[in-house]
C-alpha cells in the first residue's frame, strides 16, 4: 500500500489523538486508508433550495439559504433549547437546537448567510428545523453544493465529538487534497478498458464528492468491481493453490462396507441428484487430491444419507471419518440414524460429546487409536478432546455456519495428511452469497426432494385467533399428531425472551392439561442432561407438544410431528423460519406451519410473512432474506468467522458485478496462477487491501 494511506489518522489535519482514538473504536478506522474506503452510505441532491414561503409540515429533508438574524435561549434551565431566527426573502422559520447550544450559538454567528439542511417539523402553529445542518455560504462550499452530498454514517459517541456526517465529509476532502496524485491504480489497465471502469483516484474523489450523478455510478461500479474482484482472486488462488498442494488420500476402492449398506439396507432409489452428488464426491475422492467440497441441500433433502455413503467409501479404504454436529441433540441424533442404518454391517460407530461419561470416552479412545472405530459422531467435543485418530481421512460438518474456521481447522490437526473435508448446510446460501462465503470450496447441491412428500402448508395468524389455534391442535393431536411450539430466542441472556417462553409455556399447559395431553419444554437454559429427556419424551411421544426456543431449529427428526407453531413469527428471519419449518413434513401426513404474529405488524414483516406462505422453496426464501435484510443480517454469517462487512458492494444488488468480478479473477488466474509474472504484482497488493482481518479467512484448510 501507498506510504501515505499507511499514515495513523490522528495526523490527518482536524483528528488529532483524542478524535482518531473514537474514530478507531467507533468505526475501525485508524489509518488514512481506512478513511479513505469509509464510504457514504448515501447522497443527497443538494442542488434543489427551497423557499421559507414553500415550506409546509410534511416535507422530507430541505435545503435553504438565508441569514439568521438572532437567537434567543428559551426554557427551564433543564430544558433550555435555543431558537434561532432564519430568513429568506419569503419568509422565516426558526431552527432549534436542544444540545451543543453555546456551541451552535458562537459557531455561527447572526448577520451571515447560511446554508441549513433539515427535515420540517411541525411546532403548534409554526414550523421548524430542530437540529438542522448549518454551513457558511463560501465560495468553495457553493461548488460542493453544486452536486450530490455525501452522506456517512457516525454513532452517537462520534457526533458528541462533533464527528459528524458533515465533519467526515470535509476531512475526506482534506484527505483527497492530501493523497492527490499519490494514490496508485490497483486494477491493470488492460482489466479497466475491458470493463470500461474509471481509475481509482477518480473513483474515490468522485466517490465522496461526486461531480454529478453520472459520475457517482461510475465511481461506484470501480469500487463494487475492485472489491469484489480483491475478495474473489484471493479465494480463488486459495483454491488453486489447495489443489496443487495439498495432497488427499486416494480413496478409488467401493468395497464391502458401502456395497452391504447399498445393497441390504438402503430400501429406497436415490434421488436424482442425490446420485449426482454421489458421482462428484467419488470423483473427488479418487482424484488424489483433497476434496473440499461444500453439500447444500434443503432441510429433509437426504444430506445425511449421502454423507453416510461418502464415510462408507472412507471404511472402504481402510479410514476412519469424523462427523461433526453443532449441538449434541443433534450429534445424538445423527448417532442414532446412522448406528440403525449401520446395523449388521459390521461398521463401528461412536459418539463423543461434552456429556460423555469418563469411562466411555476411554473405551472410545482406544478403540479410535487402535483403528477399531470407522466413524466417530459428535459435538466440538470432537476437536476439544484428547481424541487420537488412528488413521483420519475424512470430516463431514453439518451445519457449519456454527463452527469458525479455527475451529475447524483443529480437527485437520489430529492427522498428519488433510482429510477430506464434506460440509453440509441446509441453509440454502443464495449462490451469490455462497460464491463469496464459500470461493474456494466446490459446491454440490440437492436440489431435488425425496418422493412422496406432501408439500407443507403455511398458515399466517395473529394473536386475536389464538382459539380458533388451540383448536386445531388438538384436533391434529386427536388423529395422533404431536406439535412443536417454537418462541424466539434473539439472545441467549434475553430475559424478555424467556419470560415470553415462560408465559406461552403456561398457557399451553392450561389449555392441554395433563394426563390428557403432555407437554414438553426445551430452552438453552436447561442443562444438556434435562434437554435431553425432554427431548426424549417428545421422540417417543409421551408428549404431543414441545414448547422450545430456536434450540430445536438444527435436525431434529420426529416423522410423527406434523404441525409447527412459529410465535412471534415476525422476530424470525425468513431462513430461520424456513429452516424451523423444516422439522415437519418429514412423514407421509399432510403438515402444516402456523406462523403467530401479534395483532399489528408492519407492512414490511408481513410481506415477508407473505413470502414464507407463497413459498417452500428454500433458495428462494433465501433470496428474498438477503434483498430484505441484506447479507449482515443473514444467519450464520456473522458466526462464520467470515467478514462479511464488504465496503461498498451488496451481494442481494450486485450478483452481476460478482460474476464479472469472479470471472476476470479466474482468467488472470487461468495464465499466472500464483501471480507471478510483473504486471500481475499490482494484484497482489491489491488481494492484500480486502485482506486485512485474518490471513486464512474463508480457507477451509
Ligand atoms: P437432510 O440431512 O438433508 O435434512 P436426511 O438425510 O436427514 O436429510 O433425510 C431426510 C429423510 O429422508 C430421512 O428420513 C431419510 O431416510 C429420507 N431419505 C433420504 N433420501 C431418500 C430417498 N432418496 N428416498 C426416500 N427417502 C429418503
Ligand atoms: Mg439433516
Request: with cysteine.
Amino acid at each position: 500500500m501507498e506510504k501515505i494511506l499507511q499514515t495513523d489518522i490522528k495526523y490527518l489535519q482536524g483528528v488529532g489523538p483524542r478524535r482518531a482514538e473514537l474514530l478507531k473504536k467507533e468505526l475501525g478506522i485508524t489509518t488514512f486508508f481506512d478513511l479513505l474506503y469509509y464510504f457514504p452510505y448515501k447522497y443527497i441532491d443538494r442542488t434543489r433550495f427551497y423557499r421559507i414561503s414553500e415550506i409546509s409540515g410534511d416535507l422530507p429533508y430541505i435545503q435553504l439559504r438565508g441569514r439568521i438574524e438572532g437567537y434567543r435561549m428559551i426554557g427551564a434551565p433543564r430544558k433550555k433549547r435555543l431558537v434561532a431566527r432564519f430568513s429568506d426573502d419569503t419568509g422565516t422559520i426558526e431552527l432549534v437546537w436542544f444540545r451543543g447550544l453555546s456551541w451552535v450559538a458562537s459557531s455561527y454567528p447572526p448577520g451571515k448567510e447560511y446554508i441549513v439542511f433539515g427535515k420540517p417539523t411541525r411546532f403548534g402553529s409554526s414550523i421548524n428545523l430542530v437540529h438542522p445542518e448549518v454551513e457558511e455560504v463560501t465560495e468553495t462550499e457553493k461548488k460542493i453544493n453544486a452536486a450530490l452530498q455525501a452522506h456517512y454514517s457516525t454513532t452517537e459517541k462520534l457526533k458528541n465529538q462533533f464527528l459528524t456526517s458533515r465533519v467526515i465529509h470535509k476531512l475526506q476532502a482534506t484527505l483527497l487534497k492530501q493523497t492527490a496524485g499519490k494514490l496508485e491504480e490497483t486494477l491493470p489497465l488492460p482489466l479497466l478498458r475491458e470493463k470500461g471502469l474509471i481509475s481509482r483516484e477518480e473513483a474515490l474523489i468522485n466517490i465522496h464528492y461526486p461531480k454529478d450523478a453520472v459520475m457517482l455510478e461510475k465511481a461506484r461500479l470501480r469500487m463494487k468491481f475492485e472489491e469484489l474482484f480483491f475478495i474473489q482472486l484471493n479465494l480463488l488462488m486459495q483454491k488453486v493453490n489447495r489443489i496443487k498442494h495439498v495432497r488427499g488420500y486416494p480413496f478409488g476402492k467401493v468395497g464391502e462396507y458401502f456395497n452391504r449398506f447399498y445393497h441390504d439396507k438402503l430400501h429406497f432409489e436415490l434421488t436424482e441428484a442425490q446420485k449426482r452428488v454421489m458421482k462428484e464426491i467419488r470423483r473427488d475422492l479418487g482424484s488424489g487430491r483433497q476434496m473440499n467440497r461444500l453439500l447444500q441441500g434443503d432441510v429433509g433433502s437426504g444430506k445425511t444419507l449421502v454423507a453416510l455413503m461418502t464415510m462408507l467409501i472412507a471404511a472402504d479404504n481402510d479410514y476412519q471419518s469424523a462427523l461433526m454436529a453443532p449441538t449434541e441433540i443433534l450429534a445424538q441424533q445423527h448417532y442414532n440414524t446412522i448406528s440403525n442404518w449401520l446395523e449388521g454391517t459390521g461398521v463401528r460407530v461412536g459418539l463423543l460429546t461434552g456429556s460423555s461419561k469418563k469411562s466411555e470416552r476411554k473405551i472410545l479412545h482406544d478403540q479410535l487409536r487402535g483403528g477399531e472405530m470407522h466413524i466417530l459422531v459428535g459435538t466440538h467435543a470432537l476437536i476439544e478432546d484428547e481424541v487420537q485418530f488412528h488413521k483420519l481421512g475424512m470430516v463431514v460438518i453439518d451445519e457449519q455456519h456454527r463452527f469458525g474456521v479455527a475451529q475447524r481447522a483443529r480437527l485437520w490437526e489430529k492427522s498428519d495428511l488433510l482429510p477430506h473435508v464434506l460440509v453440509m448446510t441446509a441453509t440454502p446460501i443464495p449462490r451469490t452469497l455462497a460464491m463469496t462465503l464459500y470461493g474456494d470450496l466446490d459446491v454440490s447441491v440437492i436440489d431435488e426432494m425425496p418422493p412422496g412428500r406432501k408439500p407443507i402448508k403455511t398458515i399466517l395468524m395473529n394473536d386475536s385467533k389464538r382459539e380458533r389455534l388451540f383448536g386445531f391442535m388438538r384436533q391434529q393431536i386427536r388423529e395422533g399428531r404431536q406439535i412443536y411450539v417454537v418462541y424466539p430466542l434473539i439472545s441467549e441472556s434475553e430475559a424478555m425472551d424467556y419470560k415470553d417462553l415462560e408465559d406461552g409455556y403456561e398457557s399451553i399447559v392450561r389449555a392441554f392439561p395433563s394426563p390428557e395431553y403432555g407437554v414438553s419444554v426445551v430452552h438453552g437454559r436447561m442443562k444438556p442432561r434435562e434437554k435431553e429427556i425432554s427431548m426424549k419424551h417428545f421422540i417417543e411421544g409421551r408428549a404431543q407438544i414441545l414448547v422450545a426456543t430456536t434450540v430445536i431449529e438444527v435436525g431434529v427428526d420426529v416423522p410423527n410431528a406434523s404441525v409447527m407453531v412459529i410465535e412471534s413469527a415476525e422476530r424470525f428471519g425468513l431462513s430461520q423460519l424456513h429452516q424451523l419449518r423444516g422439522r415437519v413434513g418429514r412423514g407421509a401426513d399432510q403438515s402444516w406451519c402456523i406462523l403467530m404474529t401479534s395483532y399489528k405488524i408492519s407492512n414490511d414483516a408481513r410481506k415477508r410473512l407473505r413470502i414464507m406462505v407463497e413459498t417452500n422453496d428454500g433458495f428462494k426464501i433465501a433470496d428474498s432474506d438477503l434483498k430484505l435484510r441484506g447479507p449482515g443480517d443473514i444467519e450464520g454469517t456473522q458466526q462464520s468467522g467470515i467478514p462479511f462487512n464488504l465496503r461498498i458492494a451488496n451481494l442481494a444488488q450486485d450478483s452481476q458485478i460478482l460474476q464479472l468480478a469472479r470471472d476476470a479473477a479466474d482468467k488472470i488466474l487461468k495464465k499466472d496462477p500464483e501471480l507471478n509474472s510483473p504486471e500481475n504484482q499490482m494484484l497482489k497488493k491489491g488481494i492484500h487491501l480486502y485482506d486485512k482481518n485474518d490471513k486464512d479467512w474463508s480457507r477451509i484448510s
